[in-house]
């Protein structure tokens, strides 16, 4: 094989895939955040809800983990503008990823829920403190401090898979990385590079998440 | 020592015996006497070639081939191409007629002679029948969204001529096709013959806009160099075929709809 590298030729589009990394970022913060509202939602609807809630988020979360994201995505963005639904590429691919994402994020913080030790919420009951104060100052903090790892692994495979996008007319990283592998024709190159793209956003991304649950909840996680 | 140069020529003859016999292409007097007739035709092009369900050959190339089969009162017999086989084929005589969008270049007729057109490939523009652009520069504005398939030629043509036009690119032609109707683009720039085997599955009425100063393709019948005879008797039978409907009707059955850059029957050639 006589293959010679030209990585000269991706250099020029550098920019544009790194306009693609915000793309790729927006997507996987935002439904990260929506992923997360939903799921605590859903964890204290399926502990503490009634039978009727329990057993829809049950079924919901069996529902989203047990299908690939990308079909999800693919109902929302072919199937939905049949029934005059029609949202554009964006919002599409941003709906399934927040559903998809609830999906896990329910059982990872319904587990945190489990966690919290029976005597804690005693010592909160005997401090008078109400329902919500507990939630506040006594569950959510030991739940944060306990799943975090969990929910960087999560927020992780979500970056990475909002490479799905680009099926959907998305210009994220991946996407532009086929826009350019369409032109030049330099596939080992172009890819090697949004690999390496990928890895240092994921690397800076866990770095950033630890410090973040060390200061917030004193979460005993390591940095690197 | 003796016996070593007659290994040597055993060998030599065993290697004249193994030789391929240099095909010739047919004429028409030994296709007219052999009752065959061979056409080449690639099965994975379709709406021109595809296997059918009984893994039969169909397609526009098929039928055409089998109308000029049947005028010569011979047997169709087909090989199959791929793209880069249709050139070599006819020259060593593995087939007397090429077909598969056999595109006619001053490069490819130094070497085989081509028929009259049969087929044109262009881009032009597929938009919705009750939208109000009228040619393809009014696709060039900013509010205009164009559906178009990754790492296709009308990719460059939209960046040259409609550089202000918002572009959602796909991977396939299904997906791109499917998002148009849905309304997520507000035309397909593509040689849009192609794309009405997907439209027809959709009920929206629609409409295709030409540039007339767009580079049309030719796509013709190859026959081997020189293959005179041969080569007039099929100019004179697609005159016919075209004058007498066959080959428009043919097309719009396969391609479900009819040629955007329709070619006119030729009575000179």
Known sequence: MHYVLHYGQITPYIPYLL??????????????????????VFAILRNEGGAAASRFVRGYVAFF?????????????????????LFTPFMAVLIGMTLNAAGYLTEILRAGLASVHAQELDAAETLNMSRLQTLRHVILPHLFRVTMPALTNQYILMMLGTSMAAIFGVEELTGRAFNINSTTFRSIEVFTTVAAIYVVVTFLATILLALFSRWAFRARVPVI | MKLL??????????????????????????????KTLVVGINPNLPPLGSFNSQNKIQGFDVDVANKLGQML??????????????????????ADLMMGALTRTPARAKVIDFSV?????????????????????????KKVRLIEVRGTTPVDYVKKNLPNAQV??????????????????DAIIDVVDYLGIYTK??????????????????????????????????????YQLEKDGFLPATYKKWFGMNMVYPVPAQPYF
């Open chain 2, 5 to 34: 140069t007659w290994m040597g020529r055993l060998a030599g003859l065993a290697c004249l015996l193994a030789m391929p016999a240099v095909a010739q292409a047919h004429s028409l007097d030994q296709i007219l006497s052999s």
């Open chain 2, 73 to 94: 009162g011979v047997k169709v017999k087909f090989v199959q191409v791929n793209s880069a086989d249709r050139i070599p084929f006819l020259i060593t005589g593995k």
């Open chain 2, 201 to 238: 599955q959709y009920p929206a009425k629609l409409r295709v806009m030409t540039d007339k100063n767009v580079e049309v393709d030719y796509d013709c019948i190859g026959l081997a160099y020189g293959n005179a005879a041969l080569k007039s008797w099929v100019n004179v039978a697609l």
């Open chain 2, 168 to 185: 959602t690119l796909f991977d396939n032609y299904p997906d791109a096709v499917r998002a148009f109707e849905q309304g997520r683009g």
């Open chain 2, 117 to 141: 057109p049969i087929q044109t490939e262009a881009l032009s523009a597929l938009v919705k029948a009750d939208s109000s652009f009228k040619t393809i520069a009014d696709l060039n504005s």
């Open chain 1, 65 to 85: 983990t047990n299908t690939p994201q990308l079909v999800q995505i693919y109902v929302i963005y072919f199937g939905l503008p049949d029934f005059g639904i």
């Open chain 1, 19 to 40: 306009g693609g990394v915000l793309i790729s970022l927006a997507l996987s913060i935002l439904s990260f955040a929506g992923g997360m509202v939903l799921g605590l």
